[in-house]
């Protein structure tokens, strides 16, 4: 198993602001990903962090918007740019080890509140 | 495309009875199938997980489900319900040449005392 450690656990933020989410794996983990949780919603992938070269975006979801780096194997930050309050949700940030039918492991989220 | 539909929004169940979590799915080819629980102000735990073999599926905490090909259905259930039990729950799918993991909207368990 791993542990997937993700701060800040809850921020308030102004609206044109920014706010970098970051995500720590105690292991190195084959994939990690990033999922938005809007309020009374699923989960939505927003895109998948690739070690040392660009994310690969969801439809809807934009590298301007939503830069992610992965320096490694056990680091991904995600970061929420000019935030308006729409961007208001929980975001959590998930690894996986091996190949695609192996199970994800999830951060405890980081709740974000855009005034 | 890929989906999983949870139908309920909520279930109530009293406690020591048993519960069922619907779940169907639709994905071109096999399905990896997957239910995960999410306790307030936490993040998702994985409860168990379909890939293939046998279709009854037991996982953590007393929880099983069974994998229905010909309904595409992968209902989550418990024989006997815990307080405990009372949390957020999701079905997900993944397509066998997709990397990406789908979840449905999930299904808020209530175990009444």
């Known amino acids: 198993s791993a542990v997937i450690s993700q701060k800040p656990s809850r921020d308030i933020c102004q609206r044109g602001t920014s706010l970098t989410i970051q995500c720590q794996v105690d292991?190195?983990?084959?994939?990690m990903f990033w999922y938005r949780q809007q309020p009374g919603q699923s989960l939505t992938l927003i895109a998948t962090?690739?070690?040392?070269?660009?994310?690969?975006?969801e439809s809807g979801f934009v590298i301007d918007k939503f830069p992610i780096s992965r320096p490694n194997l056990t680091f991904s930050t995600l970061t929420v740019s000019n935030m308006s309050p729409e961007d208001s949700s929980i975001y959590l940030c998930s690894g996986r080890f091996g190949g695609a039918n192996e199970k994800l492991f999830f951060g405890s989220g980081t709740q974000l509140s855009v005034l | 495309a890929q989906s999983v539909a949870q139908p309920e929004d909520q279930v109530n169940v009293a406690e020591g009875n048993p519960l069922t979590v619907k779940c169907t799915y639709s994905?071109?080819?096999?399905?990896?199938l997957f239910w995960y629980v999410q306790y307030p102000n936490r993040g998702l735990q994985f409860l168990l997980k379909y890939i293939t073999g046998d279709n009854l599926v037991k996982g953590s905490y007393g929880f099983e489900a069974e994998f229905n090909k010909s309904q595409t259905s992968f209902h989550l259930k418990k024989p006997s319900a815990l307080v405990s039990d009372s949390a957020l729950y999701f079905c997900a799918v993944r397509a066998n040449r997709d990397d990406k993991i789908i979840f449905g909207k999930g299904t808020r368990l209530h175990i009444l005392p």
């Open positions: 994905v071109s080819g096999n399905p990896y």
């Open positions: 292991s190195q983990v084959t994939m």
């Open positions: 962090a690739n070690q040392g070269s660009e994310a690969t975006y």
